[in-house]
């Protein structure tokens, strides 16, 4: 018998195991290590594939417990049902057998599994909202750091004792700015973002990537992205919460983390080069739609638009 898995690396030996007692072989691996448990089973990149039936035939899945398979109620029944409905077997390690759904008790215990997997990333994610809250207060950063800096840690894995400009990258983003600043007229976002390209220049992803010892993805810059970064009060390394500076609650003045790559009067320079260039085309279409030429970010004040996606609804 023929099985998929969607258990991740370090929990094979489980899988092995599950396998091995209803006699099945596994024939694909998914292992969606960076992908959240709340993240429906059949959305995912490598699950989805075997769940939407484009890897060809299998006999069942086989996961290292309930919770692997998601931390959804209704994620995890409609994957369980699916299976039992397609006359496929679902087996998870700790449970004696296969699961049979259409068993009262087995469908019981599975939806009780399931139930206890989203409370626990209910609790999971209340601890980190309050984690972050208190963190932000005490005026200490969390999460990633902005491209151009970088988290110094007295103790592998523990707090976050610094913030420094990273050497190289900051130097990367204080070159794009000088460019920008010299010529507005001709040097642009997209052109300094196909420059970099050309460069080689690892872009914001690939370099956090590589900053925590994992492999690059070859991912491009984005002018929108470098748009963005430059944009942002981030460059003056101010504490940010949604995209604005926290203020302190002493004085008001925003919560300064180190020395940022330039100052308030060349950020508001960058700003003005940057929002001041007009686009030579502007979007046309042979209908009316609602909101055009009406909706504006609230941010950088640019004309709203719908974007649309192979694969997706219109956003």
């Known amino acids: 018998m023929k099985l998929a898995t969607s258990s991740p690396e370090r929990q094979r030996e489980n899988v092995l195991t599950a396998a091995a007692s209803v006699g099945a072989?596994?024939?694909?691996?998914?292992?969606?290590?960076?992908?959240?448990?709340?993240?429906?089973?059949?959305?995912?990149?490598?699950?989805?594939?075997?769940?939407?039936?484009?890897?060809?035939?299998?006999?069942?899945?086989?996961?290292?417990?309930?919770?692997?398979?998601?931390?959804?109620?209704?994620?995890?029944?409609?994957?369980?049902y699916k299976m039992r409905d397609e006359k496929k077997m679902l087996v998870t390690y700790g449970h004696d057998g296969a699961w049979n759904l259409d068993d009262p008790a087995d469908e019981n215990r599975f939806t009780m599994e399931t139930w206890g997997a989203q409370m626990e990333l209910r609790a999971i994610q209340r601890r980190n909202r309050d984690a972050t809250v208190k963190t932000r207060a005490a005026g200490r950063p969390k999460g990633k750091p902005s491209y151009g800096f970088q988290y110094v840690r007295n103790v592998m894995g523990g707090r976050i004792d610094q913030v420094e400009l990273h050497p190289h990258a900051s130097e990367v983003l204080r070159n794009v700015a000088r460019r920008i600043l010299a010529d507005p007229d001709n040097v642009t976002c997209s052109s300094e973002a196909a420059r970099l390209n050309r460069a080689g220049e690892p872009s914001p992803?690939?370099?956090?990537?590589?900053?925590?010892?994992?492999?690059?993805?070859?991912?491009?810059?984005?002018?929108?992205?470098?748009?963005?970064?430059?944009?942002?009060?981030?460059?003056?390394?101010y504490l940010m919460h949604r995209n604005r500076p926290v203020l302190g609650r002493g004085d008001g003045h925003p919560v300064r983390l180190c020395e940022g790559l330039w100052d308030r009067a060349t950020h508001e320079a960058l700003r003005n080069a940057i929002l001041s260039r007009k686009a030579p085309w502007t979007r046309r279409s042979n209908r009316e739609y609602l909101l055009t030429t009406v909706a504006m970010c609230g941010q950088c004040h640019t004309r709203l638009y719908a974007q649309t996606w192979k694969d997706a609804p219109p956003r």
Request: glycine residues 12%.
């Open 25 to 80: 072989d596994i024939i694909g691996w998914a292992d969606d290590w960076e992908v959240s448990g709340a993240t429906d089973p059949v959305s995912r990149p490598k699950l989805g594939p075997w769940l939407r039936d484009e890897r060809g035939p299998y006999d069942g899945l086989v996961a290292a417990a309930v919770d692997r398979l998601g931390r959804n109620v209704v994620d995890c029944l409609n994957a369980g």
């Open 205 to 237: 992803a690939d370099h956090l990537a590589v900053m925590y010892g994992k492999p690059a993805g070859g991912r491009p810059w984005s002018p929108q992205s470098l748009k963005n970064i430059l944009l942002s009060e981030a460059t003056l390394e």
